[in-house]
């Protein structure tokens, strides 16, 4: 990880992104490249840790949906529904962000499991913010108070499963605290995985049963399947790429035309190859 330092997360962008919660952080530190993009609407997604083979797919398919949409997934790097949802934002393309829940020393993230799942969203363009120490360790107090700040970044959190006293139920009233929409994905009734989701479909949470429905509460109009043009999201940087691949190139000259240090352009071109935007065929790089 040493190749993505710790920085700090301040100033304008705290009060841009956090502005509206009580108990704003004062900073924060983060890892990696943070979507600063004004077009791109951010969704918290949360779940059980011991979610069913149900709330799995269920999170694979909604999120796969969304590819070539402008969405950034957030979640909290942990076991079950969090780490499938970061994993199918980066399956689909996706930018994705973290809040471990602890510092971001690389001694320090939790779960330790997830390691290798940290390093992808960084090598994917994404990060991960955390607001205590760097070496801090998870701790019970940690995680209610990273609960709060996933879901004041987003436009709406979505639960796909929890129990009644589950933290992703924390999270969803927090939400609803922050004036965010709260959306849910409906379970069987007979499932004590689904009481959370269930019940705050009752109380009013927006349900969801489909990527369309998804991309709705969302804000996008959608009127076919269709996603948007990707090429028409592309950030400044990745244009350039593309305007040098007039013709499939091989990554080492690609780098050099690049003018960027290597291991920012290896970053930038596993970015843009998981967007979909270029792939890499018998060591040539070329435009899909």
């Known amino acids: 990880m040493d190749d993505f330092p710790i920085y700090k997360f301040s100033g304008r962008l705290l ?20 979507p600063d993009q004004p077009h791109l609407v951010f969704l918290t997604v949360v779940g059980s840790r011991k979610c069913s083979r149900y ?22 790097l942990a076991h079950g ?8 934002a980066l399956d689909a393309g996706l930018p994705t962000v973290a809040f471990p829940g602890s510092g971001l020393g690389e001694k320090s993230i939790y779960p330790r499991q997830h390691m290798e799942l ?12 955390s607001e205590q120490p760097d ?6 107090w940690t995680f209610p108070r990273r609960n709060r700040l996933m879901a004041g970044i987003s436009r709406a959190t979505l ?11 924390i999270t969803a009233k927090l939400a609803t605290d922050y004036n965010r929409d709260v959306l849910a994905v409906p379970g069987s009734i007979f499932d ?22 998804l991309l709705e509460a969302l804000g996008f109009h959608v009127t076919e399947t269709k996603p948007l043009d990707l090429f028409s ?7 350039g790429v593309l305007a040098l691949l007039s013709r499939p190139k091989f990554r080492g000259d690609l780098i050099r035309e690049m003018e960027l240090p290597t291991s920012k352009a290896n970053v930038l071109l596993s970015q843009m190859e998981m967007k979909g935007l270029v792939r890499e065929n018998n060591g040539e790089i070329r435009r899909t």
């Open 192 to 213: 004590p995985g689904s009481e959370a989701s269930n019940a705050l479909i009752k109380m009013g949470a927006i349900p969801i049963t489909s990527s369309i429905d």
């Open 15 to 34: 009060d841009q992104y956090f502005g509206e919660i009580p108990d704003r952080p004062k900073s924060l530190s983060i890892r990696g490249t943070f």
């Open 135 to 140: 070496n801090e360790m998870g701790n019970t």
């Open 81 to 88: 529904i969090d780490g499938i949802a970061h994993q199918a």
């Open 118 to 129: 940290a390093k992808r969203i960084l090598l994917s363009g994404g990060c991960l913010i």
């Open 159 to 169: 639960l796909v499963e929890a129990t009644h006293q589950s933290g992703s139920r």
């Open 233 to 239: 999201l592309c950030t400044e940087e990745e244009s």
């Open 55 to 76: 709330g799995e797919e269920a999170c694979r398919h909604l999120i796969s949906g969304l590819k070539g949409y402008p969405v950034v997934i957030v979640s909290g």
